[in-house]
């Protein structure tokens, strides 16, 4: 029997998840689905369909996305996957050419994704595009190196406090960070603020506060409280959901209140970006124990259009070789165009990913073989134009 590709129809949103949601055990309750419904336009939504089963399904949010000195349309890849029935049989790598195809289509200079497992998309043009971090501090080890003077005071927020409280301070910092994306209102709602018993792992209910002054939120946290004992003693944690602060003093400010929760012994937080403040505030941030990982993966869908969008200054001619999209396939000036100039730097679009975002430098996939030198200087003056003041950082997988 033949598979076939195509749009979703409004109704096959269950469907359509249901390939990935066996992965995690269970089909989509309705709950689920109902949620992506608020976020998901079903157009962005590509099915696998065999015989009048759907075995395989990817879908795309459709994101303002902060990159180097822009915001630009994306596709939020999600929801990806085949029935194990099913798998190796090129399933994917059709859904990855319609999204792709789809995306291109639309405007969209770029998609990004969290991966399952780092092996899949470097196929379709993905690159590793962004770190993340992820730490255990015990309070005993929470001291800063100097007082935090941030002048404000710290509110616990109910659920539709929270709405109107936390999407500003979110919103300040998303548009000057590279990686991260405008949340609107059904984002709030079905996704960040959600708090299902299902989302809880054990630990307690959402916990939302924010730091203000003169009733301007100026940084915000989410986390649980879970606690536990051992021989009288309490072992608690706080595990941070999400915290993040516009200025350096609301950022510690917010830390430092997460660090002075009474009677927890520790505080856990994942998906932290990787030049966190917390480093030089810690008075032991060894203590840390960061361990790094791997977060967003960019595809350049529009090659000129990412590199017209990006804060970009310079003379460098990039060749750009992509093996999945082939309208990318040539050679680029920094504004975008397509040159007829020799080329400074070979490389893979994949490669170009990686530095897009400002994670990695082109010094980086040099000394990993990734990018030819072809003109003298041109991996430095490559990386004097592409450096950016801050690591990309995606706070949630999506
Ligand atoms: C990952 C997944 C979607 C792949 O689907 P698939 O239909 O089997 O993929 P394809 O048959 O199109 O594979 C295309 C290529 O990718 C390779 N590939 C696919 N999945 C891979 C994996 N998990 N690890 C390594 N290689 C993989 C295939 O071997 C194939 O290689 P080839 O072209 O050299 O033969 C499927 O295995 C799946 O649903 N996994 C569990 C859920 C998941 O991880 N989803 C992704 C969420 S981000």
Same mark, same amino acid.
């Given at each position: 029997?033949?598979?076939?590709?195509?749009?979703?129809?409004?109704?096959?949103?269950?469907?359509?998840?249901?390939?990935?949601?066996?992965?995690?055990? =269970?089909?989509?309750?309705?709950?689920?689905?109902?949620?992506?419904?608020?976020?998901?336009?079903?157009?962005?939504?590509?099915?696998?369909?065999?015989?009048?089963?759907?075995?395989?399904?990817?879908?795309?949010?459709?994101?303002?996305?902060?990159?180097?000195?822009?915001?630009?349309? /994306?596709?939020?890849?999600?929801?990806?996957?085949?029935?194990?029935?099913?798998? @190796?049989? !090129?399933?994917?790598?059709?859904?990855?050419?319609?999204?792709?195809?789809?995306?291109?289509?639309?405007?969209?200079?770029?998609?990004?994704?969290?991966?399952?497992?780092?092996?899949?998309?470097?196929?379709?043009?993905?690159?590793?595009? &962004?770190?993340?971090?992820?730490?255990?501090?015990?309070?005993?080890?929470?001291?800063?190196?100097?007082?935090?003077?941030?002048? +404000?005071?710290?509110?616990? %927020?109910?659920?539709?406090?929270?709405?109107? &409280?936390?999407?500003?301070?979110?919103?300040?910092?998303?548009?000057?960070?590279?990686?991260?994306?405008?949340? @609107?209102?059904?984002?709030?709602?079905?996704?960040?603020?959600?708090?299902?018993?299902?989302?809880?792992?054990?630990?307690?209910?959402?916990?939302?506060?924010?730091?203000?002054?003169?009733?301007? +939120?100026?940084?915000?946290?989410?986390?649980?409280?879970?606690?536990?004992?051992?021989? !009288?003693? =309490?072992? !608690?944690?706080?595990?941070?959901?999400? &915290?993040?602060?516009?200025?350096?003093?609301?950022?510690? !400010?917010?830390?430092?209140?997460?660090?002075?929760?009474?009677?927890?012994?520790?505080?856990?937080?994942?998906?932290?970006?990787?030049?966190?403040?917390?480093?030089?505030?810690?008075?032991?941030?060894? @203590?840390? @124990?960061?361990?790094?990982?791997?977060?967003?993966?960019?595809?350049?869908?529009?090659?000129?259009?990412?590199?017209?969008?990006?804060?970009?200054?310079?003379?460098?001619?990039?060749?750009?070789?992509?093996?999945?999209?082939?309208?990318?396939? /040539?050679?680029?000036?920094?504004?975008? &165009?397509? =040159?007829?100039?020799?080329?400074?730097?070979?490389?893979?679009?994949?490669?170009?990913?990686?530095?897009?975002?400002?994670?990695?430098?082109?010094?980086?996939?040099?000394?990993?073989? %990734?990018?030819?030198?072809?003109?003298?200087?041109?991996?430095?003056?490559?990386?004097?134009?592409?450096?950016?003041?801050?690591?990309?950082?995606?706070?949630?997988?999506?």
């Amino acid at each position: 029997m033949s598979v076939e590709v195509r749009q979703a129809k409004p109704e096959e949103l269950s469907s359509g998840i249901a390939p990935v949601s066996h992965y995690f055990g =269970s089909a989509p309750s309705e709950g689920t689905a109902q949620r992506f419904s608020r976020v998901l336009r079903p157009e962005r939504m590509h099915v696998a369909e065999e015989g009048g089963q759907i075995v395989g399904g990817a879908s795309a949010f459709e994101f303002q996305f902060t990159v180097p000195g822009a915001i630009v349309p /994306a596709a939020g890849v999600t929801i990806v996957g085949v029935l194990p029935t099913h798998t @190796r049989r !090129g399933i994917l790598t059709q859904l990855m050419r319609a999204q792709l195809d789809d995306a291109h289509e639309r405007g969209e200079p770029v998609a990004c994704l969290w991966a399952s497992e780092e092996t899949i998309y470097g196929r379709y043009g993905y690159g590793m595009a &962004a770190l993340c971090g992820e730490t255990e501090v015990q309070r005993m080890y929470g001291s800063f190196r100097q007082p935090v003077e941030h002048g +404000g005071a710290f509110r616990l %927020l109910s659920h539709d406090e929270a709405l109107d &409280a936390i999407p500003p301070v979110y919103a300040r910092v998303a548009a000057e960070t590279p990686g991260m994306f405008a949340r @609107r209102r059904e984002w709030w709602e079905a996704r960040a603020l959600h708090d299902s018993e299902d989302r809880r792992d054990g630990a307690g209910e959402m916990v939302r506060v924010v730091l203000e002054r003169d009733g301007e +939120g100026l940084a915000y946290a989410l986390y649980r409280l879970k606690m536990d004992f051992e021989a !009288g003693s =309490s072992t !608690g944690e706080v595990r941070v959901i999400e &915290a993040m602060g516009v200025s350096p003093e609301a950022t510690a !400010g917010i830390w430092r209140y997460l660090l002075d929760v009474d009677w927890m012994e520790r505080v856990q937080a994942e998906l932290l970006p990787v030049d966190h403040a917390l480093f030089l505030l810690l008075e032991q941030p060894r @203590r840390m @124990r960061f361990r790094i990982g791997d977060s967003l993966w960019l595809r350049l869908v529009d090659v000129g259009a990412a590199l017209a969008a990006r804060s970009l200054e310079g003379d460098v001619v990039l060749e750009v070789a992509d093996a999945f999209c082939p309208w990318n396939d /040539a050679r680029y000036s920094f504004d975008g &165009a397509k =040159s007829m100039e020799d080329a400074d730097l070979r490389l893979d679009v994949s490669d170009l990913a990686s530095v897009y975002l400002g994670a990695f430098t082109f010094a980086q996939l040099q000394r990993a073989g %990734l990018v030819d030198e072809l003109s003298e200087g041109a991996v430095a003056r490559a990386d004097a134009a592409f450096r950016t003041d801050r690591a990309p950082w995606c706070p949630e997988i999506f």
